[in-house]
DNA sequence: TATGAATGAGCGTTCATTCAT
DNA sequence: TATGAATGAACGCTCATTCAT
């Protein structure tokens, strides 16, 4: 009557998603997104192909869960650094941007991300999801471009339009940043903040 | 059966090999870089894919070769600028912004430019000249950035990592605005530039 | 933990099988037999896989037991028909005629039928059987045939080929009517079986 | 400037297409309809993969073809018989069926004419072809046996029911005949034409 | 030089079957 | 007995590349 632990499973089901996902983004950030095949990453997961699509409907829809882990999780924290109290906007975009350049999986996230609404088979709804996050999470970079200009410590200007001149900026910093291309000239953080900088 | 003339066959070679590349970033632009084919161009060209196999060695080297034109007419053009006198410095670096942002098939020179080093079939050889002409086409800007600073209009610190900031990201917000993505909110370039502004 | 009781065991395993075999042929009819896949199945009959594969040894076999049993259900009730005192011949094979073209699952069986024996995997075994059900059913009609030519009112002739002719008819009639074809001509049972009045 | 032969490319082209449906209809009467892989097909044309691509755009494709040349033809050998001037519509009616019955790869049409509207992915312009073909396949035949009533040598009744009536049986006693299947019923086609006889 | 037919490795995906729990 | 996760062979199909003409 009871032949399984349905708990158990959920939690091995949930473990095996996450294996997945974390395989794939690794395996998409050392090959490349569009060289990564469903078996690269079934091979790096240890398991067999059959066991992917028993996870997951199609190559698309991994790729658009991975994006989706990668954008909510960059939401939680950057939106945990905008309700941080006592800590100067200066700062705390000094803190995002080298947090955000020091991990080196992110420049898949960001190829992903571009990536996502450039194939024409990516679903529409999947590509308006990714816009709809990518849109929320400029949120909280506004909210501390915005208390900062009410320190006095960030220049003038819609702090919306702000936020999105930085994150293109460090977005295409990442991209140059990528294994194998190797642009000689490195980045100093507070010198970038600074063009913020009132 | 054919006269033959060394001279012009040169020239309907060349023409072409110009006809071929013309044809492979308009493809890319449209159909994306990804799911752009030989026979894709071949076709958008009018040639058959053998006579695309006579001018080129393999995808990666038509690929290569669009990109290397991208980045040598870019490099012309944004040295002319560098070289202009009697403009101030923020207004050659707004019209370069403007001019970048104002043409639809840079994002597909972008998107080129950052995939040539992802993906691990391209030769180191090539992958090294295109990071070692992104890095030469960063000096024009930097000496504008310097004649900027000598004019008192331009923020202090080194004018080549202003320049390389700068690029970064007008190729990031390029990105943002490849067709399908629909960011909503708008870029005004002197604001953008003004964040360079002394 | 859980008292056994043998003749109780053996009357669900029988009603499981039962609806196993009704799910299947549901199923079949529904979305042709060439696309129906064992957990589509197992999904109409509310049971997981393993389940179908304690019941039964692969596909084929569900499969082979789905058509056996509409073989073994069609046989009684055309055994009825003949046995049945009083009725004359050509009412009997109308009514035969009528009832078969009637239900919209028989289509399914017909199809079965042919596919059993085109399908290489099926083994040898099996294939018999069924061509042995298949004659050994065409036997009561041919009696109906018999009883028709003694009260004079079927045509003369061998009566089993005269009820392999009827059959052979009245499947490929089916088969013209399975959903989807719509061959714009009406079928007149009575007419058509007059085709076989003396 | 003129390297090839369009001419003779078009008759090679035109041979490969012949080859490639002859090799279909052959596997498939072997193996059966559902069990044919494209790469089944080109290994008995002895071609690659690649190659049936390059005629033909999908296996759906290859399949509507077959089908349609098996049909045109039928269509335009039932025509002939029917304008055929001085036959008595009976002998006309047993060539037919003899011809049919005779030709061992017309069981693989019948399974192909059935299975073309049962499968879902066959679009639905091909079904709607492929029943119009059928239909119109059969005013020939109602011709004669219109021809055949006003010899009075046929029953009364709709020329085109009976036509139909004909046919479906006909089909049903081809896939009897079906390799595999062995009913030990012989078929006599004067005696199954002497149902129509009036 | 120009052609496009031919190739085959590799892709994403399906599904009958097995087996540890 | 009951489950469904795991497997992997096989499918339809694509496309960069080759080569005889």
């Given at each position: 009557m009871c032949p399984r632990n349905v708990e158990r499973d959920q939690r091995v089901r949930d473990e095996r998603i996450q294996l997945i996902l974390d395989s794939a983004i690794t395996v998409i950030s050392t090959k490349g997104f569009g060289s990564t095949s469903i078996s690269d990453i079934a091979k790096a997961a240890g398991i067999s192909i059959g066991t992917m699509y028993h996870y997951f409907r199609s190559k698309d829809e991994i790729f658009a869960e991975v994006l989706k882990r990668g954008q909510l999780d960059y939401g939680k924290r950057v939106l945990e650094l905008a309700e941080e109290q006592g800590t100067p906007a200066l700062i705390k975009l000094q803190d995002f941007a080298a947090g955000w350049l020091a991990n080196p999986i992110n420049w898949a996230y960001t190829i992903m991300l571009q990536t996502a609404r450039t194939t024409?088979?990516?679903?529409l709804e999947i590509r308006q999801a990714v816009t709809d996050r990518f849109t929320a999470n400029l949120q909280p970079l506004a909210r501390i471009m915005e208390d900062g200009q009410q320190e006095g410590t960030i220049v003038q200007g819609d702090p919306l339009k702000l936020a999105f001149y930085l994150v293109s900026m460090i977005q295409g910093l990442t991209l140059q940043q990528a294994p194998g291309f190797e642009i000689p000239i490195s980045i100093e953080v507070d010198r970038l903040i600074g063009l913020f900088q009132a």
């Amino acid at each position: 009557m009871c032949p399984r632990n349905v708990e158990r499973d959920q939690r091995v089901r949930d473990e095996r998603i996450q294996l997945i996902l974390d395989s794939a983004i690794t395996v998409i950030s050392t090959k490349g997104f569009g060289s990564t095949s469903i078996s690269d990453i079934a091979k790096a997961a240890g398991i067999s192909i059959g066991t992917m699509y028993h996870y997951f409907r199609s190559k698309d829809e991994i790729f658009a869960e991975v994006l989706k882990r990668g954008q909510l999780d960059y939401g939680k924290r950057v939106l945990e650094l905008a309700e941080e109290q006592g800590t100067p906007a200066l700062i705390k975009l000094q803190d995002f941007a080298a947090g955000w350049l020091a991990n080196p999986i992110n420049w898949a996230y960001t190829i992903m991300l571009q990536t996502a609404r450039t194939t024409d088979t990516v679903p529409l709804e999947i590509r308006q999801a990714v816009t709809d996050r990518f849109t929320a999470n400029l949120q909280p970079l506004a909210r501390i471009m915005e208390d900062g200009q009410q320190e006095g410590t960030i220049v003038q200007g819609d702090p919306l339009k702000l936020a999105f001149y930085l994150v293109s900026m460090i977005q295409g910093l990442t991209l140059q940043q990528a294994p194998g291309f190797e642009i000689p000239i490195s980045i100093e953080v507070d010198r970038l903040i600074g063009l913020f900088q009132a």
